[in-house]
């Protein structure tokens, strides 16, 4: 009982009086990227917002990318996208249609049978 109790002190002293060091990590530089991000679901609309990448060290507010030609294309029909602030394009012409990994009210990895057949019923008759 004694060598447990002398194992947890020494234990218990090493997470109370661990070192702590600062180490300097070296993070290359690279370009700077452009970053597009499309959002459509089954609701009326399409948004895609556009954004620069920023060095590794620096804040975490990202420049949004102005005067961009935006174009979605859906069934072969290009729809142009407006820019309704800096950064972020909408068109109310599109909307999405639920398939089989989509699912209302969020995306999951279980099977989503009701969805599936959903999905199903528009393509097999």
Known sequence: MRLVKTIFFFSASLVFYSC???IDIKVKESDI????????????????????TKP???????????GATV????????????ELSPGVYETALINGDIAFRQ?????TTA??????????????K
């Open 33 to 52: 990227k452009y970053v597009i991000e499309g959002i459509i679901t089954t609701e009326p609309g399409c948004k895609v917002y556009i954004t620069r």
């Open 103 to 107: 699912h209302k009210g969020g995306h």
């Open 20 to 22: 702590e060091k600062v």
């Open 71 to 82: 174009k979605v294309k859906d069934n072969n029909i290009e729809h142009m996208l407006t």
């Open 111 to 124: 099977p989503n049978w009701e969805t599936f057949l959903e999905f199903a019923d528009r393509y097999f």
């Open 56 to 66: 590794f060290n620096e804040d975490n507010d990202f420049s949004n990318v102005s």
